[in-house]
Each structure stands twice: as structure tokens, then as C-alpha cells.
């Protein structure tokens, strides 16, 4: 599947929940949702055109949460992003660890080192930091020191 | 229902690479569950890699795993060249690729061996483990360390290999060509390697693709992904290799995979030095000034399955985010389908076929006298009994 289908095919299907698309360089894809429909979309991506998940990756900045979670499409080697923002006043977005147990560890350490909360986890324990770091700290925010 | 009982191996043991504790619940002989805790030596690289140069995180992220110390950097490189969408040197894409399979062999090599090892079978082991050797003595004479080659750098590499010292490299290859096809056929030709394997750990395609696992653990079961062939770079675009599946899923299965990926690695290494012998020595990178802003993501097939980096550029000189997946992340994970419902003893070596992050027992047997209730056998008593035996060698030398 070309980059140029996979932006078709999932526009068709999610189009209001589509807030942009960026090509990036030669087989590079970043596509911007709605966090809200996170769940829809990474179902689509996952279960429907049978993209692999790699991982995801957060980043902390001055408009929120940045989560990218990135797919690979193994046919062509072609990477897709889904990028979503989250408020800093309520990071919150629903887990994809209710489908895909790929995205169990990932979601825990994001919890634990960003402070995103995933909702409807199946499994909230902590990954990296049981029992050695304070509740409430995260040292990957940006304001941490 | 029998009582469960569990056994714990880990956090900390003298085989394992990294301190993972493995709580195996078993039902008699059987292990009906598995649970695993990690984060006992959070190292926080990736936050640590915010405050050096991109430069610096090369050597940052080398030091990651010291088996894989070149897949990080590759993936880095990948990813960083993906931001400053910088073409390399030709010269410099054969000397990764040498430098990339050459430490796929040594690493297959060192899993072999232990996984040998963890059988009963030493012969393996030290067989393995010898013709390793070699590949660590050409690394020493590329990049002058046996470990942590630094040799990536964004725009190519630090080091050339001079054309003198090619026929090292076919010598050695020539080698261990011979030497892995012997250790291969013994391998794979002993019944009772066969008996200890075979239908042992499956994981089948589907598990694969539910935990979206990576490397020869998914191409032991059949599931075709290498990112070398997927999404080419450096050198792998440029030779003739094939990527080596099997559809079974057990650990044999693995092992197989392992093996007959180092003949591709030879393979390749032996068309990159063709390709040397053709390019002017010295012309190893292109110079870049600049790194903009921007995201990158690059990936590299490491022995053990991709390894994926992410990073986010401001336009200063150092990675405003820097995110690494190592292939044992999604990994790991599938030991719960691998262990359930084996032996103990076959959980091992389970453990093993999925991941070098390897186990054993954690604890010293102590045995008692049942008609004194006494320790035969105590832990002081275990030292003094190896003191003794160093004395006695020390004084026979």
C-alpha cells in the first residue's frame, strides 16, 4: 500500500477525525486525530489494513501531551504516525491496550514517566517504578528537575 | 487442583543480562502462569539523552545493550538522517552494513552457545562461544575495541576500513563459513537437541502478531518481516541475501532461523567488501552543519528484531525528545503464550528461544541429613570447598 492510499483509505473512513496530514521524508507518514476516536482509528489500523504496531512515543510541550503512535507497514517498510494532543490540564486518552496487548508496557511506562492517563487499561500496574519513586512525579515532563 | 507454587528467578542472577525477576506458578512440574517485573535498573537514557549533543548520544545510546552496541547507533543514525535528509557515502554504507552483520553474527553465536549451555550441552557452548572469537578480533582491528565500536555518525561513519585490510575480513569470513557450517549441522542433526526443542515454546503467527513481536522470534513462526529488506538502507538495498523463515514456531525453529541467518551475514559481508575494493578510500561521510527541526524515526534489524528510535528536533543540538524501543520490549511479552503449559525444565529454554535475557535457577541447593536434620551441606562450607580448590591450584601451578 502506497503512503497516498493509506492517507485515502483512512480519510474515508475517519474524515472528521482527521485534523491533518504531513508527508514526511520518502516513506514517512504523520497523521493528526482526534484523540477521542483513538481507539476507532488504531482498531482500523491494526485489525483492518493489519499495520504492526512498533510503539508509541510521548512528548511533553508548551500545547500539551504529544502521543505519536507509530505503525509499520511491513510490505513496503513504510512507517505511519498517529499523532494526538492532549491538554495539560487532562491528559487522558482511552488505552489501546484493550485490543492490542502490544500496547500494554508502553501505556504503563507512559503513565508512569509523563503522567498520561489511560482509560479502560486492563492492566494499570506499574511497569518501571513500583516501589522507588514518589506518586505524582514525573521526570519526563519537561518541567521536571 | 494441586497447590501452585511459585518460582522465582531473578531479579539479580549471574546468567541473566539484565535484572528482570521471572515468577514462574507452577502446578507440580507444570507452569500454569507467568508474571515478570522489570524497572529494577531504570537507567533513564532517554531522558538523559535530552541533555547531550547529538553527537554524544551516539555513544549514549551504544552503550544501551552491549551485545547489539552498534544497532542503537544505526537506528539513531537512521533516524537523525531522516530529520537532516542527508544521502550517505556509498563507502560508508558497505562499512555499516559490515559492521551491522558482522555483530549479528557474534551475537547469534553467543545465544547458540548459551542456549547450548542451558540444554546441558557445553560442547555448544564453548564450540559457539570459540568461533566468536574471531569476529571480536575483527572488530578490534576495525574499530579497535572488541565492544562499542563507535563508528556511526550522522552523514556516514568515524572510521574507514582501508582496503589493506579486506582480506582479514574474507579470511576470517572464509572461516566461519566452514566452522558455523559445522556448528549448524551439529546443531541441527542431534537427536537430542531435537528431543529438548522440538515443539517446545511454540508461538504461532497469530500470538506473533498479537504482541507484534519482532526479529527471529517472529520469522521462527513463520511471520516474514526484516527491516533490512522492508525498508532498505545503508547497504542491504545494494547486495544479494535472502531473509531466513521458518513456519514451526518452537524453539528449534528459533535456533534454526539464528543459524542460517549467519551464512546470509556472511554472504553480505563478503559482497560489501567487493564493494569496497571498488570505492576510493577516505570517502566516509558527508558533512552536516545543521540539524532543523523536525521528527524522526528510524529503525534497524538488530540480531534480536527491530530496534526503533523516535526523535524530535527543535533546531538546537541536542534531541528535544529521544524514544528507543529495543527489540526485547515487545519480546518479552510473549513468554506468557511461550511458558504456559511446559515443564519447568522446558520453560528455561523457552525463556532462552525468545530472548537472550536469560534465567536459571536462582537459588543454591542445600540438602539435609534426615536422620540428624542437619545441613550437609552449608553455604560457608560451598566457599571454603572453592577457596580450597584455588589454594590447591595456586600451589600446583
Known sequence: MRREEFIEKIKSEFADHILGTEYLRA??????????????????????????????????????FEILYHFSDDSNGNIYNIHVLLPHEKPEIQSLAQFLVAADWIEREMHELFGVTFLNHPNPEKLISEGNWAEGVYPYRKDFN | MSEQKIIPIGPYHPLQEEPELFKLYCEGEIVRDIKWETGYNH??????????????????????????????????????EEIVEVDIPDRAKYIRSIVGELERIHSHLLWVGLAGHFLGYDTVFMWAWKYREPVLDLFEMISGNRNSYAMFKIGGVRRDIQNDKLPKIRETMKFLKKKTDLLTGAVMDDPVIHARTKGVGILTREDILEYAAVGPTARASGVDIDVRRDDPHAAYGMVDWKVITSPEGDVFAKAKVRL????????????????????????????????????????????RGEVFHFVK??????????????????????????????????????LAAVDPCYCCT???????????????????????????RTNYIKRNI
Do not use: W
Open chain 2, 313 to 350: 528536533t527543535i533546531g538546537t543540538n541536542s534531541p528535544a525528545r529521544h524514544k528507543i524501543r529495543a527489540p526485547s520490549y515487545v519480546n518479552i511479552a510473549t513468554f506468557k503464550k511461550a511458558c504456559v503449559g511446559q515443564t519447568i525444565s522446558d520453560a528455561t529454554i523457552s
Open chain 1, 27 to 64: 516513506n514517512r507518514v504523520t497523521v493528526n486525530v482526534d484523540p477521542d476516536f483513538i481507539l476507532d482509528i488504531a482498531k482500523f489500523l491494526h485489525q483492518k489494513i493489519r499495520l504492526r504496531f512498533i510503539i508509541a512515543s510521548a512528548y511533553h510541550t508548551k500545547a500539551g
Open chain 2, 362 to 388: 536462582e537459588r543454591m541447593a542445600v540438602a539435609y541429613d534426615y536422620s540428624t536434620g542437619k545441613k550437609v551441606l552449608s553455604a560457608n562450607e560451598l566457599i571454603k570447598q572453592s577457596q580450597k
Open chain 2, 260 to 303: 542460517l541467518e549467519m551464512f546470509e551475514s556472511i554472504k553480505i559481508i563478503e559482497q560489501c567488501c567487493d564493494g569496497l575494493e571498488k570505492l576510493k578510500e577516505g570517502d566516509i561521510e558527508t558533512v552536516v552543519k545543521n540539524v532543523p527541526a523536525g521528527i524522526g524515526t528510524g529503525h534497524y534489524e538488530a540480531p
Open chain 2, 43 to 80: 537507567r533513564g537514557i532517554e531522558k538523559l539523552s535530552e541533555s547531550k549533543s547529538f553527537d554524544q548520544s551516539f555513544f549514549l545510546v551504544e552503550r544501551i545493550c552491549g551485545i547489539c552496541s552498534t544497532s542503537h547507533p544505526f537506528a539513531f543514525a537512521n533516524a537523525m
